[in-house]
């Protein structure tokens, strides 16, 4: 058993309130169901999704550094559940320790920022932290595994790591080129792990706004790849790219000329399933692509 419970200051992004609430939903509802606290960062704004830095670096470092300094204000790591928040994020959080040691005018210039707002000052004393990693290396896998009411056996996963969980920022939980911690996660509620070849690719959703095409031809090739090595789903820790395999999979179907159907889970909705939290409390009606099939084999239908 966990010696104390866990508790992060909770940065829930711009997705998971929007276009993918049902991500909201599942990691709230397994946080309690782990005996999770978490404290939702509500005057946090978006991190940019490594926009802001396109215009100016300043920008992006002196807004990420306010989200990070009202998790210091908690004295909490700040946990996000958006692998490109995750990115974009530690990034910053990265750049600005360094900072501090090589270049103390830049912290105080985005720091001055800061203060001229009413805010707090960045100052370097807390983490960032992205959900998989707090479940693998806070709570542990055993942990989880011994919590497992509802066992996915016989259920083939497929992980989309994305982009920015793997490369944006250091990363000592992981092999950024042979990642197995969603893997991992997937044996420990009972379910089979596929190995494909997009799995550490990208998604294709920073191409979506001017490669539409180009976009959906790369989503596809990866849902294609994932269906042919026998997956049931793909589960991915971004809602980003989530967007582009479920959202727009029937646009990616139209673009490919070829009907895929694959289901696409957020991380926090498999886990929860295997706690035994109902399908309907996860949201996993809210999909574009229908999870029915997938939860139909694990007798687990929406009531």
């Not at 320790?97 to 807390?126: D, M």
């Not at 009411?149 to 990363?171: E, H």
């Not at 990866?222 to 790219?241: F, K, M, N, R, Y």
């Not at 409390?281 to 574009?288: A, K, P, S």
Request: hydrophobic share 35%; with cysteine.
């Amino acid at each position: 058993m966990l010696s104390q419970r866990l508790k992060y200051a909770y940065f829930p992004g711009c997705v998971a309130q929007g276009a993918c609430g049902e991500l909201h939903l599942s990691t709230t509802a397994l946080a309690r169901a782990l005996n999770i606290e978490l404290v939702e960062l509500k005057k946090a704004s978006c991190c940019g999704s490594g926009t802001f830095k396109e215009d100016s670096q300043l920008l992006e470092d002196t807004v990420n550094a306010r989200n990070i300094a009202l998790a210091e204000e908690l004295n909490l790591p700040l946990l996000t559940h958006c692998s490109t928040c995750q990115g974009v994020i530690g990034h910053v959080d990265e750049s600005l320790k360094e900072a501090q040691q090589s270049n103390p005018n830049y912290i105080n210039k985005v720091n001055g920022l800061l203060q001229k707002e009413g805010c707090l000052p960045y100052r370097g004393s807390t983490e960032v932290k992205h959900l998989l990693y707090a479940l693998v290396a806070d709570y542990g896998l055993e942990e989880i595994q011994n919590r497992v009411t509802r066992k996915l056996s016989g259920l083939k996963c497929a992980a989309f790591y994305g982009c920015y969980l793997l490369r944006a920022s250091k990363n000592s939980y992981d092999n950024p080129f042979r990642p197995e911690a969603m893997e991992n996660v997937f044996r420990a509620v009972g379910a089979t792990p596929i190995y494909y070849r997009g799995r550490t690719q990208c998604c294709g959703w920073p191409l979506s706004s001017y490669a539409t095409t180009e976009s959906f031809k790369m989503a596809g090739n990866h849902i294609q790849d994932a269906i042919e090595s026998g997956a049931d789903c793909i589960v991915t820790p971004c809602p980003l790219c989530h967007l582009n395999l479920d959202s727009r999979q029937p646009e990616v179907e139209k673009v490919i000329g070829q009907k895929l159907g694959l289901p696409i889970l957020h991380l926090p909705q498999l886990i929860a399933l295997a706690l035994g939290i109902s399908p309907k409390e996860l949201g996993l009606e809210r999909h574009i692509v229908s999870t029915k099939p997938l939860l139909e084999k694990l007798g687990a239908l929406v009531a």
